[in-house]
Nanobody
Framework: QVQLVESGGGLVQPGGSLRLSCAAS????????MGWYRQGPGKQRDLVAA???????NYGDSAKGRFTISRDNAKNTVYLQMNSLKPEDTAVYYC?????????WGQGTQVTVSS
């Protein structure tokens, strides 16, 4: 079965940086679109960033200018470099990936921005 596993979350001070990784396993072929979403306490899950196989990206408004999404197609891995973190970035971050007609989700990794 396909599994997506996020890593890199943790506690960071405001203004700090984190780099999240999400690696897919259980599949041979590369994923199509991949992305990052986040869900803060009492909030819905919102888009942070997404990237196509060809490297085209789009970002949620809160991520523009601060976060960068990238991927390694050979590894079926997507990354999220997060800079200038703010307390409002605190959330569980989920990665996803598309393969054929299915969208797969990871279990999420907690990012807490606090002093």
């Amino acid at each position: 079965q396909v599994q997506l596993v996020e890593s890199g979350g943790g506690l960071v001070q405001p203004g700090g940086s984190l780099r999240l990784s999400c690696a897919a396993s259980g599949i041979i072929f590369r994923l199509d679109n991949m992305g990052w979403y986040r869900q803060g306490p009492g909030k819905q899950r919102d888009l942070v960033a997404a990237i196509t196989r060809g490297g085209s990206t789009n970002y949620g408004d809160s991520a523009k200018g601060r976060f960068t999404i990238s991927r390694d197609n050979a590894k079926n891995t997507v990354y999220l470099q997060m800079n200038s973190l703010k307390p409002e970035d605190t959330a569980v971050y989920y990665c996803n990936g598309d393969l054929s007609d299915y969208t797969y989700w990871g279990q999420g990794t907690q990012v807490t921005v606090s002093s």
